[in-house]
């Protein structure tokens, strides 16, 4: 627990480190809601560190999208984030140290959220690296653990914003549980949507154009009449 607990620390401590932040009084509020629908790999085989890219024996991916997310958006890059997913734990993976077992999985997280969408943008603004932590619940009926796991959920991700507002989203979350073998990794991929705050101009929150008025006299670009 506490292995994933750090491998997951000193990733977001470089993302933080590694960041040129690009600085501005303006608030920028880059949408106000999000949905997403995902792909979804659930890793459970009880050594998600030293096996953590072991997709051939580890990986129990879906073959159809099974996580929905739902995202809204406050100020300075805070947001708040619920999700739910379905998983399959396959028979022919390694389910906490044994081969054989199949399960469904189901599981519901709350997070909360921030983006560094700021520290790239005006310049990068097709990539919004971001960090969740929360809590979740996840209930397998028939693994070899405990059915019944609430988490403690420490994540990290990349949105790619290709076409306006639509993007395509990564996402790894770390799932600490409290008993033996309730630990484990969540891997997503799918489209996310955004919709934009329509009290927003020219891209920043609360942001007027202001003109330069002083009595009758207007200001005047150079050369003009």
């Given at each position: 627990?506490?292995?994933?607990?750090?491998?997951?620390?000193?990733?977001?401590?470089?993302?933080?480190?590694?960041?040129?932040?690009?600085?501005?009084?303006?608030?920028?509020?880059?949408?106000?809601?999000?949905i997403?629908?995902?792909?979804?790999?659930?890793?459970?085989?009880?050594?998600?560190?030293?096996?953590?890219?072991?997709?051939?024996?580890?990986?129990?991916?879906?073959?159809?999208?099974?996580?929905?997310?739902?995202?809204?958006?406050?100020?300075?890059?805070?947001?708040?984030?619920?999700?739910?997913?379905?998983?399959i734990?396959?028979?022919?993976?390694?389910?906490?140290?044994?081969?054989?077992?199949?399960?469904?999985?189901?599981?519901?997280?709350?997070?909360?959220k921030y983006?560094?969408?700021?520290?790239?943008?005006?310049?990068?603004?097709?990539?919004?690296?971001?960090?969740?932590?929360?809590?979740?619940?996840?209930?397998r009926?028939?693994?070899?653990?405990?059915?019944?796991?609430?988490?403690?959920?420490?994540?990290?991700?990349?949105?790619?914003?290709?076409?306006?507002?639509?993007?395509?989203?990564?996402?790894?979350?770390g799932?600490?549980?409290?008993?033996?073998?309730?630990?484990?990794?969540?891997?997503?991929?799918?489209?996310?949507?955004?919709?934009?705050?329509?009290?927003?101009?020219?891209?920043?929150?609360?942001?007027?154009?202001?003109?330069?008025?002083?009595?009758?006299?207007?200001?005047?670009?150079?050369?003009?009449?």
């Open positions: 627990m506490l292995k994933i607990l750090g491998t997951l620390t000193i990733f977001f401590c470089s993302t933080v480190l590694f960041a040129q932040p690009w600085k501005t009084v303006k608030i920028f509020k880059p949408y106000k809601w999000m997403g629908v995902n792909w979804s790999a659930i890793d459970d085989n009880g050594h998600p560190i030293e096996r953590i890219f072991d997709l051939g024996s580890s990986w129990n991916i879906a073959p159809f999208p099974s996580k929905i997310l739902v995202d809204r958006y406050f100020r300075y890059g805070w947001s708040a984030e619920i999700s739910a997913t379905y998983g734990l396959k028979s022919n993976r390694i389910i906490n140290d044994t081969i054989g077992i199949r399960s469904d999985l189901y599981n519901i997280d709350i997070s909360g983006s560094f969408y700021n520290a790239y943008a005006p310049r990068h603004r097709w990539i919004d690296p971001y960090f969740t932590f929360g809590g979740g619940y996840t209930y009926p028939s693994a070899n653990t405990t059915q019944h796991a609430p988490t403690v959920n420490l994540g990290f991700g990349l949105n790619f914003w290709i076409i306006n507002n639509l993007g395509i989203q990564l996402h790894s979350t799932k600490i549980g409290f008993t033996k073998h309730a630990s484990y990794f969540e891997h997503s991929a799918g489209i996310v949507y955004r919709t934009t705050d329509k009290t927003r101009t020219n891209g920043y929150f609360g942001v007027r154009k202001n003109k330069w008025v002083h009595g009758k006299n207007k200001f005047k670009q150079k050369g003009g009449h």
